[in-house]
């Protein structure tokens, strides 16, 4: 972890006593998919964050002046301060030099939030600075009004993390500049965003002059106030429960520039402004460095995991021996048992051995071979005799003939009794669904529904994922799904597309398939979960993403054809069995390390919140 500096408040003992804490506690988004740089927050780190933040606006996080520092003919409290201000203003007031602001409800006790140190007192905004709309009028810069430079317009997606982003920069003419009669802002101002990314602000730095767009408020500072420590406020868990309180938003987040102004500073004397915004900025690099360490930890990990699990299912040359290939797995696989407890303490890492589970399933490595079971090219001939029957018979239809698989479509040699096939070699027939104009509603009891894919999708089979028929279409009844059949998702999302599920023997009755899932009838000598499993497969994976069409992520789509296309690697019906059971058995393991793990960071959580909770 990073190097720490000797604490010297409270506060920073807190901090640096519970270290262990705020870089465990984890909130996982999502246990889907690979990777994880985009599958959690670093929930501690922000915790901290916040703590750091509330400690500042309530006085507790540097010490305050001393009784003799008070009593120093140059110490100047905040009430005192403020009534010089107040003073000055009404006297520019009288002069006109300042239009008289409309007065600001007075604070009760029982809106003060907290109480305040010696010398702080609670203010509202409008008396603490200056806040101004943007031009609204027909001066306001539309569009097309915007130039490839000029004067900076400023909207909210300029504003990132306090900062005002140069990169995305839009601009305006000075002409149209000076048109506008209001929201201008100068160096030293601060930008509010009142309405979307409501609460979010960032300081004027490095720009002369410049234009709001409407969704921005100016706020500039009195002498009372540091620009720094107001946007430390923004920032702080005290401005969003009070954003909160005010937000008169509907459909979006909203803000009036008068209720702004009534928002409750905790204002400090300028000196101690100056300590907290010092001490914010050194906590928040302390925060940066912690989770620069953290990520970097888990990533390390996350390739340590992949590194070791690769290893398994590394391709053996082709001079080396059936047992040499078994003795180099042992030894892997011996390696990753024996750190098995620090390996697979993320979801990210049980995600990754989940899916080496299915490769080395589908590569002939996770159960041995017996020599006794019949090899899968006689399966594959009687499936193909039966097949040419049922056409001869006229019952099923004859498909149009698929290439032979060639080397390059092979990406692994299989053990002894194994063949290579065409998905459409393990099926006697294929047939697309039907898509109604249906109700948006699940059918009634037994009434005629038609699934969507969802029902498919997710590894179980879903029947309640369905649409009604409407009472007026018949049913077509050979698009019912029955037990046994495999059904296939053909237009999903990328990570969804081509996801399938067999059906299974409890299925409800009167359900039909929609044209954007496919059935295929298998051969009884045929094991649907082991296909599954092989459908599942990184490498099958790999080929849906090569063929899958579609001009965007959020929807791709595979046509019969390819799917019918998939090359698969299949084994002996015994040894089909033997997987299936052994994958479930692994899959249930991992099932309880992910229950552990959230058990776990859920803890972490609650502990992280109790420690905050305790410190304020």
Known sequence: MAELKTPTTSAESLITEH?????????????????????????????????????????????????????????????????????????????????????????????????????????????????????????????????????????????VSGRIAKGEMTFITDERFQLLRAGKFINNDILFCLRGSLGKSALVEGFESGAIASSLVIVRTEKVLLPKYLLMYFDSPLSARTIKKYDNGTAQPNLSAADLAKFLVPTPPLTEQHRIVAKVDELMGLCDALEEQTETSIAAH???????????????????????????????????????????????????????????????????????????????????????????????????????????????????GWEWCRFDDAALSSSAGWSPQCLPTPRNGEDWGVLKVSAVTWGIFNPEENKELPAHLEPRVEHEVQSGDFLISRANTADLVAKAVVVPSSAPKNLMMSDKIIRFKLHENVNGEYLNLMNNSQVSRDYYNRVAGGTSSSMKNVSREQIRSLVVALPPLKEQHRIVAKVDELMALCDQLKARLTDAQTTQLHLTDAIVEQAV
Do not use: C
């Open 19 to 159: 270290l262990d804490i705020w870089t465990t506690a984890i909130e996982q988004k999502s246990s889907a998919g690979r990777g994880s740089s985009n599958k959690f927050s670093l929930y501690g780190i922000k915790k901290l964050r916040e703590l750091i933040l509330e400690l500042a606006v309530r006085g507790k996080l540097v010490p305050q002046a001393s009784r003799e520092a008070r009593n120093s003919p140059n110490y100047e409290s905040a009430s005192v301060l403020l009534e010089r201000i107040a003073a000055e203003k009404a006297q520019l007031v009288k002069e006109g030099k300042l239009k008289k602001q409309k007065p600001l409800p007075e604070i009760s006790e029982e809106e003060k939030p907290f109480e305040l140190p010696q010398g702080w007192e609670f203010k509202r905004l409008g008396q603490l600075a200056l806040l101004e709309n943007g031009d609204r009028s027909k001066n306001y810069p539309n569009k097309s009004l915007l130039v490839e430079s000029g004067i900076p317009f400023v909207n909210a997606g300029h504003l």
């Open 302 to 416: 996350q390739t340590l995991v992949e590194v070791l699990l690769a290893a398994l299912l590394q391709v053996p040359e082709q001079q080396t021996t059936p047992e040499h290939t078994r003795t180099q797995f042992e030894q892997n696989w011996q390696r990753v048992s024996e750190h098995f407890d620090t390996l697979f303490t993320t979801t990210a890492s049980i995600d990754t051995l989940k899916q080496t589970i299915l490769q080395l399933a589908v590569m002939g490595k996770l159960v041995p071979q017996n020599p006794n079971d019949e090899p899968a090219a006689k399966l594959l001939e009687r499936i193909a005799a039966e097949k040419a029957q049922l056409i001869k018979e006229g019952k099923i239809k004859k498909q149009k003939p698929l290439p032979a698989i060639t080397d390059e479509e092979k990406p692994f040699e299989l053990p002894q």
